[in-house]
């Protein structure tokens, strides 16, 4: 400790990591001062509704800020917005900003997040084309949808999707470019592609699958008119989303010599290789006592847990970091929420039909539930939290049973398969 009366916190990044890290700090009493500096210009603030609601314009822009400013104004710390951190100096624990001021830190904490992943292709720079991460995107991508225009969506993940929902109720004419042989395949199982594929389908949505873009083609003025595919043809569009993943925001990081690989590497307590800071959020690669193997998440759940994680590590608690992960995504009617993550799945079993639109798929390896996808079915999603938590072995046939209450499985003893 310096001869200050107070240590300085310094939280880097604006995003919903250091929002949620100041509100938990604000919550528990934290004494040492905290400086948050976000090159964004809003206060913290959450992005699901950027592909959703807001971009809709359906709420307003105060309705995503995760407090209201005067929650900050009030609370003794300090919000610098619109100001980058471009240098870590870790001998002497300063930074230097983008408006040329430099910060002193006791203690640090990286939430960087992430930036959207780039299209490399020929004719990518022209107008027209959009990318999506923050509210100067949706706001421009809400200007474009027009009844009657052609948005052409690269990326058939849960944004590009969700964005597909908002636009085609809009009027817009919507095509979705998908290269993989099914739609979120990263994130799930096949049933749940199928039901979001029929689902976007009926809703007048041109999906098509194992579709590679090779270029854009250029109209007047520098503006995209055309989406070019592998086999040859092109697709005709006024506006072009490209939505093809995020990647870690590690460059603060790396430059300081944090080890980094695929996000900045943090214990279960998010500290870095160096004591004084540490990392939370989508910039990190993180160590969750949950699983065997260190994990990158893109959710909100893991940014508001991780902030809650590294409160209690700057407050001297050593809570370790533990949650489950979960997600959820919002399109048209349907409300898709997933738990634990369902990659090494070797059984599924689906509970319900997707013809009735509530429906749940249960993931199990040897035997116990790893992951649950839930379609309009929430309690699927409660009691799957809690079998995965529990690494719960339950029988197929007793999972997928209609006259069994999902509720009596989470107490029920362990049942072979
Ligand atoms: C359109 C959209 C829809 C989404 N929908 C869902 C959903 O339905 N469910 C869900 O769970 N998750 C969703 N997500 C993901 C979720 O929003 C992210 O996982 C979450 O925001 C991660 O929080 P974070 O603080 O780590 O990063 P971010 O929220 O990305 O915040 C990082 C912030 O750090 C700032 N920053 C970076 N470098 C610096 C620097 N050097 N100096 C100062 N500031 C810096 C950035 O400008 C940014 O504001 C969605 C994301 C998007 C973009």
Redesign the pocket.
């Given at each position: 400790m310096t001869n200050k009366q107070k240590e300085t916190t310094v939280i880097?990044?604006?995003?919903?990591?250091?929002?949620?890290l100041l509100t938990t700090l604000l919550q528990k009493n934290y004494q040492q001062e905290v400086v948050l500096?976000?090159?964004?210009p809003?206060p913290?603030?959450?992005?699901?509704?950027?592909?959703?609601d807001y971009?809709a314009g359906e709420v307003d822009q105060a309705s995503l800020y995760l407090k209201p400013c005067s929650v900050y104004e009030n609370s003794g710390h300090q919000l610098r917005l619109g100001?980058?951190?471009?240098e870590i100096d870790r001998d002497n624990k300063t930074i230097t900003?983008?408006d040329h001021g430099t910060l002193q830190y006791d203690r640090l904490v990286?939430?960087?997040?992430?930036?959207?992943r780039r299209l490399n292709a020929p004719g990518a720079d022209l107008k027209g084309i959009h990318y999506?991460?923050?509210i100067a995107?949706?706001d421009a991508l809400h200007e474009e949808l027009v009844p009657g225009k052609r948005l052409v969506i690269v990326g058939g993940g849960?944004?590009g999707l969700?964005?597909a929902a908002s636009a085609i109720k809009k009027g817009v004419h919507v095509t979705v470019l998908e290269a993989a042989e099914r739609l979120m395949q990263r994130v799930t199982g096949p049933e749940i592609s199928a039901f979001f594929y029929d689902k976007h389908r009926s809703a007048g949505v041109d999906v098509r699958l194992n579709t590679a873009v090779t270029g854009f083609e250029a109209g007047d003025q520098g503006h995209v008119a055309g989406v070019t595919l592998g086999e040859g043809s092109t697709i005709p569009a006024d506006t072009v989303l490209v939505?093809i993943g995020?990647i870690p925001?590690t460059?603060?990081a790396e430059a300081a010599g944090l080890p980094c690989d695929d996000g900045i590497i943090v214990d279960e307590f998010t500290r870095t290789e160096d004591p004084a800071i540490l990392a939370?959020?989508?910039?990190?690669q993180h160590r969750n006592l949950f699983f065997t193997n260190r994990q990158r998440?893109?959710?909100?759940?893991?940014?508001v847990d991780?902030?809650r994680t590294a409160a209690a590590t700057l407050m001297g608690e050593e809570k370790p970091y533990d949650s489950v992960p979960?997600?959820?995504?919002?399109q048209y009617d349907v409300r898709l929420q997933m738990v634990g993550l369902s990659q090494n799945h070797d059984q599924r079993v689906i509970r319900g039909s997707p013809l009735d639109k509530a429906f749940a798929v249960f993931y199990l390896r040897k035997g116990c539930v790893i992951a649950v996808d839930a379609i309009n079915l929430p309690i699927a999603f409660m009691v799957g939290k809690a079998l995965v938590r529990q690494h719960k072995k339950i029988s197929p046939e007793l999972l997928k049973d209609p006259d069994i209450e999902l509720k009596s499985l989470v107490s029920s003893p362990q049942t072979s398969s």
């Open positions: 880097v990044g604006g995003g919903h990591a250091a929002g949620a500096v976000g090159e964004e809003h913290p603030y959450q992005r699901p509704p950027l592909s959703k971009l100001v980058r951190a471009k900003l983008s990286l939430a960087t997040g992430s930036q959207v999506l991460h923050d995107d949706s849960y944004i969700e964005v939505s995020i925001e460059a603060l939370i959020g989508d910039c990190t998440l893109e959710s909100v759940a893991n940014a991780q902030a979960w997600f959820w995504s919002n």
